[in-house]
């Protein structure tokens, strides 16, 4: 169903048995007329103000709509189910605010290194293993938050605690020594040796100075 359909202020029922609608989605459908109601008038809402809050609808993925709502500032997509970030999420290059807080989301696109209005993005309470080292190029990000990702192995815990900051610059130079084979690791108070530097085969140096290893 289209979202102008809620945009119809007295529609108070949908009959919508014995069809195969994608949207809205199933879960959604399942709850009745209201829920569908309530779905519809968020996405047009969103539709008309660039702010679309999809925060607890059970979603167990990014709806396809959302990905072609290319003029969005805002995105709320917590507390819901969804395990995977689709890599058109790029395409919402005039995003400034995503938050997917409380979901089960693994791993997130490179895609979103193209998001060059990005300010803030809420990734916590999730299940990372990493952060692509394309978000650095993400240079408008002033607030990262990526607590609560037990399974976070890179960046280092010790640099995802001392904030946004030092976290893009860790994935910025990952990307650089990507390039010129030469990485850089100097004063980010390291306690460890980082693992995917192992195994990065076209490393010709490596800086660790001025950090606090204790062994390699």
Request: hydrophobic share 40%.
């Amino acid at each position: 169903l289209p979202a102008v359909v809620g945009s119809l202020p007295k529609l108070h029922q949908i009959f919508y048995e014995d069809n195969a609608l994608e949207s809205p989605p199933t879960r959604i459908q399942e709850k009745g007329s209201a829920s569908m109601l309530s779905f519809l008038r968020r996405m047009w809402d969103g539709f008309n103000t660039g702010h679309l809050d999809l925060s607890g609808q059970e979603l167990a993925k990014v709806p396809n709509e959302v990905l072609r709502m290319t003029t969005l500032t805002f995105l709320n997509l917590d507390h819901n189910e969804i395990d995977v970030l689709p890599e058109a999420i790029g395409n919402l290059c005039w995003l400034k605010s995503l938050s997917f807080s409380d979901n089960a989301v693994s791993s997130l696109p490179s895609q979103l290194g193209k998001m060059s209005s990005l300010e803030s993005l809420n990734a916590s309470d999730n299940s990372l293993h990493s952060l692509p080292v394309e978000l650095g190029n993400c240079v408008k990000i002033k607030d990262l938050n990526v607590e609560r990702n037990r399974d976070l192995a890179s960046p280092p815990p010790e640099v995802v605690a001392r904030g946004t900051e030092f976290i893009l610059n860790y994935l910025r130079r990952v990307a650089e020594s990507l390039k010129s084979g030469v990485m850089d690791l100097s004063y980010l108070a390291l306690e460890f040796f980082p693992l995917e530097v192992a195994r990065m085969g076209n490393l010709t140096k490596i800086n660790m100075t001025h950090n606090h290893l204790t062994s390699l």
